[in-house]
């Protein structure tokens, strides 16, 4: 239940301030956070811990772990073990694991945890787009870890809201690398008997 509590602090958090409007027309219009398209949310380019920009869209092709968390979470912590096993295990399958460490406003926070802990899988720094992503992707971001799970052609295989359980994980991971990816039809060629 702390977890859920916390989690929502961070989503209300991470919502962009509410100012007090300008002009009586304002005050009608209701607070709404922008949308962005599934094909929007993919191209989302978040730093890194060395300044490099990534999107997720560049890890098309591989089966896509993606994994909202936060320094501060105690499950986000004691899940990321199973997610560096996991890219251990399947990345030579095409797995990839990526973390986007909700902390966006302490960067040194990611950093000190970080070393402490090895992790074989990007960070990406995660900023006020987070719950525009998340809701993108088919989610409603209601607390951390939160995780999506996309397959090869970058569609939405499954959305996990909490801490994986290892056995829960493995099956999912191995579903999502069996599908195959639908391959657009060859081009039909046309020849002309002289």
Request: glycine letters at 8%.
């Amino acid at each position: 239940m702390a977890a859920a509590a916390a989690g929502f602090g961070v989503y209300q958090w991470l919502l962009p301030p509410h100012t007090a409007p300008a002009t009586a027309a304002a005050t009608s219009a209701p607070d709404t956070i922008p949308t962005l398209s599934t094909g929007q949310a993919l191209n989302v380019a978040l730093d890194d811990l060395s300044g490099n920009q990534h999107t997720l869209a560049d890890w098309h092709g591989k089966v896509l772990l993606v994994n909202f968390w936060a320094t501060w979470c105690p499950p986000c912590r004691q899940e990321i073990p199973l997610l560096v096993r996991l890219q251990a295990k399947y990345a030579a399958q095409g797995l990839q694991v990526v973390g986007i460490a909700t902390d966006e406003q302490n960067e040194k926070d990611v950093r000190t945890f970080l070393r402490r802990m090895v992790v074989n899988y990007p960070i990406l720094m995660g900023d006020n787009r987070v719950p525009q992503i998340i809701s993108a992707l088919g989610g409603n971001f209601i607390g951390l870890p939160y995780t999506v799970v996309l397959d090869r052609g970058g569609r939405v295989f499954k959305i996990h809201s909490g801490e994986l359980e290892p056995a829960e994980a493995e099956g999912l991971i191995r579903t999502a690398l069996s599908l195959t990816v639908p391959t657009p039809p060859a081009p039909v060629t046309v020849t002309h008997a002289n």
